[in-house]
């Protein structure tokens, strides 16, 4: 089973500041199928990145993902109030397997 | 559009059993896998398993092979997840959700509003 690890585990930023938040598997995730989700709190999970690089319907620009093999990143270019969550990689290359990381949350300086 | 809704909140007993639905409208339904996945107050997310629409196959991962059952009713579009043998640490909100594409491999793209799950004597 590939084991996902996210860091850091808290990153404390102000609005207009760049996140940058990353994700490694314990083994190379084939295609590079890892995705990113965000969550705030009382919703459930919205899908932003699949594929490692690719944008969901409707996501923001300013949300871009990068990687491969076993390193992975979710940067914001610039934090808006509304990106403040907790931010949650999932691969789905293990298939029929898949795992989520532990989370970074994402919070207000 | 797509929409994934599943059943209201319930309490249940040490031991008991728990069986949940996730009705889908707005797509075919029979062309997209449906995972369940958890999560525990204050945790992060734990993946469950997936069932195939089509034909019914499911998989599941270890932490609940033996406790957990994924079904469907192609009739009313409809997904259903049990979880037998129940202890305080099921207590979580319960989530399906829809892969982005068709076929096995894929992001979960489409989820429900969750059911949360209090398990308490």
């Known amino acids: 089973e590939i084991v996902l690890t996210q860091s850091p585990g808290t990153l404390s930023l102000s609005p207009g500041e760049r996140a940058t938040l990353s994700c490694r598997a314990s083994?190379?995730?084939?295609?590079?199928?890892l995705a990113w989700y965000q969550q705030k709190p009382g919703q459930a999970p919205r899908l932003l990145i699949y594929?490692?690089?690719n944008r969901a319907t409707g996501i923001p620009d300013r949300f871009s993902g990068s990687g491969s093999g076993t390193d992975f990143t979710l940067t914001i270019s610039r934090l808006e109030p509304e990106d403040f969550a907790v931010y949650y990689c999932?691969?789905?290359?293990?298939?029929?397997?898949?795992?989520f990381g532990p989370g970074t949350n994402v919070d207000i300086k | 559009q797509v929409q994934l809704v599943q059943s209201g909140a319930e309490v249940k007993k040490p031991g008991a059993s728990m069986k949940i639905s996730c009705k889908t409208s707005?797509?075919?339904?029979?062309?997209?896998?449906m995972h369940w996945v958890r999560q525990a107050p204050g945790q992060g997310l734990e993946w469950m398993g997936w069932?195939?629409?089509?034909?019914?196959?499911?998989h599941y991962a270890q932490k609940f092979q033996g406790r957990v059952t994924v079904t469907r009713d192609t009739s009313i579009s409809t997904v259903y997840m049990e979880l037998t043998r129940l202890n305080s640490d099921d207590t979580a909100m319960y989530y399906c959700?829809?892969?982005?594409?068709?076929?096995?491999?894929?992001?979960?793209?489409?989820w429900g509003q969750g059911t949360l799950v209090t398990v308490s004597s």
């Open positions: 707005g797509y075919i339904f029979s062309d997209y896998y």
């Open positions: 959700a829809r892969l982005y594409n068709v076929g096995l491999v894929g992001a979960l793209h489409y």
């Open positions: 999932q691969q789905y290359g293990d298939s029929p397997r898949f795992t």
């Open positions: 069932i195939n629409p089509n034909s019914g196959g499911t």
């Open positions: 083994q190379s995730v084939s295609s590079n199928y």
């Open positions: 594929g490692a690089s």
